[in-house]
């Protein structure tokens, strides 16, 4: 196994960790509300519309913070080596999975286990090892 050390970057990792641990921190100590990326969108998505402010900020936040990057000359940028047919089949069985899950990775990866949710602990451990699958698949099993 070989690491790209210019894209080995563990100190801008774990800033990364230390402000998305610290920003659901705040999320649920001061809003009473669950990071989770799906259920925040969710919110937006569902009658009636409840809480619209705060979701309306989290998410441009997130869609805001690459660009505010980019703009600053630390573009994200992302080489994904697949069509947009599979980009489109992967998103919907993405938000199927986080649907049946009752929440995405963000949700309980990082809230749930935080707040000691054996259900998030479950359902990271199974997102997890469909990475693993997943991987080892694409490289050793399907002959490209």
């Known amino acids: 196994m ?65 660009m505010l990057a980019s703009l600053l000359g630390h573009p994200a940028i992302a080489d994904i080596d697949a069509g947009w047919g599979q980009i489109l089949a992967a998103g919907f069985l993405v938000g199927m999975g986080t649907r049946y899950a009752s929440g995405c990775t963000s949700g309980h990866g990082v809230c749930g286990i935080s707040r000691g949710s054996i259900r998030s602990l479950v359902a990271t451990a199974t997102f997890m090892a469909a990475g693993f699958v997943t991987v080892f698949v694409q490289r050793h099993l399907s002959g490209g």
């Open 2 to 66: 070989l690491i790209d050390l210019a894209s080995f970057t563990p100190g801008l990792s774990l800033a990364g960790g230390l402000v998305i641990g610290g920003a659901a921190a705040v999320l649920v100590l001061f809003n009473g509300r669950i990071a989770g990326i799906s259920g925040i969108l969710g919110g937006l998505l569902s009658l009636p519309r409840r809480d619209m402010a705060w979701r309306v900020a989290f998410l441009a936040g997130l869609v805001g913070a690459p």
